[in-house]
C-alpha cells in the first residue's frame, strides 16, 4: 500500500503548529522542517509525535527541496503551518495515492478564512498556490528564489476537488508583518531580473495591484476583508519596488552637517 510523508515548513510558529500537525496526523510519516525557530515550534511538534528537521533558510526554494528531500516516503503532502487538511481532504488524498493511474503532481484547492468570513474573491479561491501532493521527484523548485518560489513538475497534474483550509493572518499585525517580510525578499528577485526601479514605478504597481485584486478579482464582494487584502497587497507591491529604489539609489546620509 502507498505510504505518504506530509512536510510542514515552520518559523516561529508556535501559535498555529500544533493545529497543522494534527490535521495530518492520518499520514505516515509528518516532518517539520524548521528554520531555528527562537520560540516553541519545535518543541511542540515534536511533542505531537512529528520529525524535526533544522534547515537554514537560504530562500524559500531551497527550503522546499531540502523538506522533500528529508521525507522518506512514496507520496508527499505539503502544508505550510496555517493551513489545515480536513478529514474530507485526507480521504480524497488516501483514494489518489492508492490508485495507481493516479496524476503525478495534484494542486489542492484552499478555503482561506479572514476577519471571521471565508474569502470567496480576491483570487483566493480556490487558491492553488504550487502542487501540494505529488509523488517524490515529481516536484523541484528553483533553488535561488526567496519568495513566491517557481517550480517544475515532472510527470502529469491533477486538481483535487476537496478544499484544505487556511488562515492567513491571525491579526492585522501579521498581515502588515507579512507585506513587510515578502516585499524585502522579493527585492532580489526584482533585482535578478534587471527590473529598473522607481519610486512613481513604485506608487503605479501598487495601485494595479490594488484595483486588480479589489475590482477585476471582485474582491469587493467579499465586504471589508476584500478591502484589506486588495490594500495589503498594495502596500507588499508599493514596498517591493520601494526597497528596489532604496537599494539601487542608494539614499545615504547627507554630505555634510549644518
Known amino acids: ?51 524535526v528537521v ?3 533558510f537560504e530562500g524559500f526554494g531551497k527550503l522546499r527541496n531540502d523538506a522533500i528531500a528529508a521525507c522518506t516516503h512514496e507520496w508527499i503532502f505539503s502544508v505550510d503551518a496555517d493551513e489545515r487538511c480536513t478529514p474530507q481532504a485526507a480521504e480524497e488524498i488516501r483514494r489518489i495515492i492508492t490508485d495507481q493511474t493516479s496524476a503525478d503532481a495534484w494542486y489542492v484547492p484552499r478555503k482561506n478564512w479572514f476577519m471571521g468570513r471565508w474569502i470567496k474573491h480576491c483570487g483566493w479561491y480556490p487558491d492553488y498556490r504550487q502542487p501540494q501532493l505529488f509523488r517524490k521527484g515529481a516536484l523541484s523548485f528553483e533553488q535561488a528564489d526567496q519568495v513566491h518560489e517557481r517550480y517544475h513538475v515532472h510527470g502529469s497534474i491533477g486538481h483535487m476537488q476537496t478544499p484544505i483550509w487556511q488562515f492567513p493572518f491571525k491579526n492585522m499585525a501579521q498581515a502588515l508583518d507579512k507585506a513587510n517580510r515578502y516585499s524585502t525578499l522579493g527585492v532580489d528577485r526584482l533585482e535578478t531580473r534587471g527590473v529598473s526601479a522607481s519610486m512613481g514605478k513604485a506608487v503605479l504597481r501598487g495601485l494595479w495591484s490594488f484595483f486588480r485584486i479589489y475590482i477585476l478579482k471582485l474582491g469587493l464582494l467579499d465586504g471589508w476583508a476584500g478591502f484589506v487584502i ?22 545615504d546620509e547627507p554630505p555634510g552637517r549644518e
Do not use: P
Open 230 to 251: 486588495a490594500f495589503s497587497n498594495l502596500e507588499g507591491v508599493f514596498y517591493r519596488y520601494a526597497k528596489l529604489c532604496e537599494r539601487k539609489q542608494r539614499w
Open 54 to 56: 533544522q534547515l537554514d
Open 1 to 51: 500500500m502507498a505510504e505518504i510523508s506530509v512536510y510542514i515548513i515552520t518559523y516561529n510558529e508556535a501559535d498555529k503548529i500544533a493545529d497543522a500537525v494534527k490535521s495530518v496526523l492520518w499520514a505516515d510519516e509528518v516532518i517539520v522542517a524548521d528554520s531555528h525557530s527562537s520560540d516553541q515550534t519545535a518543541e511542540i511538534a515534536a511533542s505531537l509525535g512529528a520529525r
